[in-house]
């Protein structure tokens, strides 16, 4: 059975750091392209960012909100994804999911989902 | 980047209602298209991918069609676990992977 747990979430400070982590089991954690994506109180979903496999290059790509702000990366020896925030942003609020990430041949989706970990960032 | 708009926003129907939620793409995306239920509390929960295919699991009573820019998610009789709000998400050529805004599907 697929489990991604994520941890880390925490209350911090506008211009503040965190990073969360994602553990994985179940699969084959270095073959799989992973994702965090976000959730703001009572909002819709935004995709955060992507990781490919290294045997797939290792591409990492991020959303225009975060990008240059947050850094994923991956440590396959531990089964772990990372997701470092810094310069955090009040809009940076919301609950972060890891996500695994296949591809039927037409397009990419998000098949299996961890609980979520939360982030407040107020003063 | 591609804009997803859902319509509608939300949606009040019955046990044993047919429901269709409208996905609509700002540029045609092919059939890169899927969605999610979401329940209180819950994380998302993969239902459609590539806009027609049901991931294992899910009943058959979803189904997804369309292609280009305009796609249905399709209810074909409500159940009391049905009662969600439902996302549809692109992935077509380079990130970002966009979401739809979100339908609520309540309790008539």
């Known amino acids: 059975e697929v489990q991604l747990v994520e941890s880390g979430g925490d209350l911090v400070k506008p211009g503040g750091s965190l990073r969360l982590s994602c553990a994985a089991s179940?699969?084959?954690?270095?073959?799989?392209?992973m994702n965090w994506v976000r959730q703001a109180p009572g909002q819709g979903l935004e995709w955060v960012g992507r990781?490919?496999?290294?045997?797939?290059?290792?591409?990492?790509d991020y959303g225009a909100p975060v990008r240059g702000r947050f850094t994923i990366s991956r440590d396959d020896s531990k089964n772990t994804l990372s997701l470092q925030m810094n310069s955090l942003k009040t809009e940076d609020t919301a609950i972060y999911y890891c996500?695994?990430?296949?591809?039927?041949?037409?397009?990419?989706?998000?098949?299996?989902w961890g609980q979520g970990t939360p982030v407040t960032v107020s003063s | 980047d591609i804009q997803m708009t859902q319509s509608p926003s939300s949606l009040s129907a019955s046990v044993g209602d047919r429901v269709t939620i409208t996905c609509r793409a700002s540029?045609?995306?092919?059939?890169?298209l899927n969605w999610y239920q979401q329940k209180p509390g819950k994380a998302p929960n993969l239902l459609i991918f590539?806009?027609?295919n049901l991931q294992s699991g899910v009943p058959s009573r979803f189904s997804g069609s369309g292609s280009g820019t305009d796609f249905t998610l399709t209810v074909s009789s409500l159940q009391p676990e049905d009662f969600a709000t439902y996302y549809c998400?692109?992935?077509?050529?380079?990130?970002?992977?966009?979401f739809g805004q979100g339908t609520k599907l309540e309790i008539k």
């Open positions: 540029q045609s995306i092919s059939n890169y």
């Open positions: 590539a806009a027609s």
């Open positions: 179940g699969f084959t954690f270095k073959n799989a392209w």
């Open positions: 990781i490919k496999s290294n045997t797939d290059g290792g591409t990492i």
């Open positions: 996500t695994t990430m296949k591809t039927s041949g037409k397009g990419y989706y998000f098949d299996n």
């Open positions: 998400q692109q992935s077509y050529s380079t990130p970002p992977y966009t």
